[in-house]
Each structure stands twice: as structure tokens, then as C-alpha cells.
């Protein structure tokens, strides 16, 4: 391995201490803690998971934490209503629906209802908008915010790179080309329908993977020396019978044999999420005291 190894896991410490101190002066100076509210409709056991360490994160970090569990069965009425209350409640900062939905949620609808100045997951229209035309009060989808800080730290000025994103979701690839582009680089969005994505690729200086097909990239996708952020998490079969090994979206072992530094799966890109959401619930916090 030639490249450097991208140490996501240590670069969230890093910004949840920070975060933590700047929670615990914001409760001296408000008088309260800051506080997130999170959704789960359902019981999804991965969602669950999710929730379970999100929770855990806000209180490490000395922020209130309001779950609000909902049965599967509960129509968008009365979730919806439950999001007015929140929008409403001073005492909460960020407002978290886990997502996916049941089935006979409109998510789009949902997230809509979210105020968007308590929207940390940065998915409500208005803060896609604001992302889009470069307005400072935009609340940013925390994964791609992730994995701005870990490229900003390895590589500082960004100005004139030429970044490829793999992938055009409203959750990770269009917010990444936004940030990339907030940075002044040039900036290409592949995607499933892209003619010659290997040759795309290899123009990259940053290459952004997020498309969740396993080990898709290969070595001979990369530029010598680029540097490559991989946001996928993929469940594959493991060596011994009912377990099963995490792998991102590129082939790390060939693909760090070219690029000049990587983020390795798990311990790359995931641990920066809940970073990113602890500060954006911070940052909404601060705005919303004034
Ligand atoms: N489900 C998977 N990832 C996320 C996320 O970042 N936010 C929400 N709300 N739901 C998710």
C-alpha cells in the first residue's frame, strides 16, 4: 500500500470533542442544553442501530436527546402533528426522522414539514436550495459535509481540482458536487447511465464514491496519486459461514496501491456522519438563540 491511509475514525473524535466543548458554552451562556429530537417510525433493526448510536453521540457530547419511537402502524396525520410539536418546542434545536419510511409515508412530504432551520439532516428543499446557491445559512447533509472536512484536512485548498462524484442521490452526490463546487473545483457527476466511467475517473484529483455497489472501483479507475473518498458501506458474505465483512464502493487493497491517500471501510467516511450531525445540531442551536 502506497497511499495514505484517511483516519475517519480519529478525525471525528476530534470534531465531537470540539463539539462537546462548544455544546457545553452554549449551555452556560443559553442556560440550556442544545437538543436534538429524533424519529423512528417502525422497527427497523438497522434503523434501530442507527438511532441507538446517534443518541449516544448527542449525549457524549452534552446535548439533550428527545426520542420519539413510533409504531409502524402510525398514519402520516399523527406523524406529521408530531413534527409541528417539535417544530414548535423551544426546547429543541434539530429535528432527526430516521429514514426509510413505511411505505405508506411520503417522505418528501415529511421532510418538508421539518422547519428548515431545525432540518439538521440538511434534506429539507429549502436547505438543498440554499446549498445550491452558496447561502451560508444552508444546514448541510452531514455525510457529504463528512467528507469535505476529511478532503479539506488531507489536501487544504481544494481551488482548481478536478473531483469526480460517483453518484447523484439528494442525500450524499448532489450535495457533494454542491460543497465541491463551493470550494472552486471542477466537478463531474457520474452515475449509473455514464458512458466510460473508468476513463472519468482516472481525470479525477478527488474521486468521491457513493453509489453502494461493492468494490466497483478498481485500481486502474484512479489517477496515481488521487486522493479517493469512498462512502459506500456493503454487507458482503465473510470467510466463515453466517458472517458477513463490511467493503465500500472501491476495491481498497488495489486501490491504494495507486491513489495517493484513501479512507478505508468502516473507519473512513461513516464515523464523520454523527460528527456532522452533533455540529449541525449545535450550529442550529446557535442560530436559533441569536
Ligand atoms: N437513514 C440512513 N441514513 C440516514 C441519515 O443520514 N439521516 C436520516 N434521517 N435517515 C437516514
Request: include cysteine; glycine fraction near 10%; charged fraction near 20%.
Amino acid at each position: 500500500m502506497s497511499a495514505r491511509r484517511i483516519d475517519g475514525k480519529a478525525a471525528a473524535a476530534a470534531l465531537r470533542a470540539r463539539v462537546a466543548g462548544l455544546a457545553q458554552s452554549f449551555a452556560a451562556a443559553t442556560g440550556r442544553p442544545a437538543g436534538l429530537a429524533t424519529v423512528l417510525v417502525g422497527e427497523d433493526p438497522a434503523s434501530q442501530v442507527y438511532i441507538r448510536s446517534k443518541r449516544a453521540a448527542t449525549a457524549e457530547a452534552g446535548m439533550r436527546s428527545d426520542h420519539h419511537p413510533l409504531d409502524a402502524g402510525t398514519s402520516e396525520t399523527e406523524l406529521l402533528a408530531l413534527i409541528e410539536r417539535l417544530n414548535a418546542d423551544p426546547a429543541v434545536d434539530g429535528i432527526l426522522v430516521q429514514l426509510p419510511l413505511p411505505a405508506h409515508m411520503d417522505a418528501a412530504r415529511v421532510i418538508a414539514t421539518i422547519d428548515p432551520d431545525k432540518d439538521v439532516d440538511g434534506f429539507h428543499v429549502v436547505n438543498a436550495g440554499r446549498l445550491a446557491v452558496g447561502d451560508p445559512a444552508a444546514l448541510v447533509p452531514c455525510t457529504p459535509l463528512g467528507c469535505l472536512h476529511l478532503l479539506k484536512a488531507e489536501l487544504g485548498d481544494l481551488s482548481g481540482l478536478h473531483a469526480v462524484v460517483i453518484g447523484r442521490s439528494n442525500i450524499v452526490g448532489k450535495p457533494m458536487a454542491m460543497l465541491l463546487l463551493g470550494e472552486s473545483c471542477t466537478v463531474t457527476i457520474a452515475h449509473s447511465r455514464t458512458r466510460d466511467l473508468p476513463a472519468i475517473c482516472r481525470e479525477a484529483d478527488i474521486l468521491v464514491a457513493a453509489v453502494g455497489r461493492p468494490e466497483m472501483v478498481k485500481a486502474d479507475w484512479i489517477k496515481p496519486g488521487a486522493t479517493v473518498i469512498d462512502v459506500g458501506i456493503n454487507r458482503l458474505p465473510g470467510a466463515e459461514p453466517g458472517k458477513s465483512r463490511l467493503v465500500g464502493d472501491v476495491a481498497f487493497a488495489e486501490a491504494a496501491e495507486v491513489a495517493g491517500a484513501i479512507t478505508p471501510v468502516p473507519g473512513g467516511v461513516g464515523p464523520m456522519t454523527i460528527a456532522m450531525l452533533l455540529r449541525n445540531t449545535l450550529v442550529a442551536a446557535h442560530r436559533r438563540a441569536g
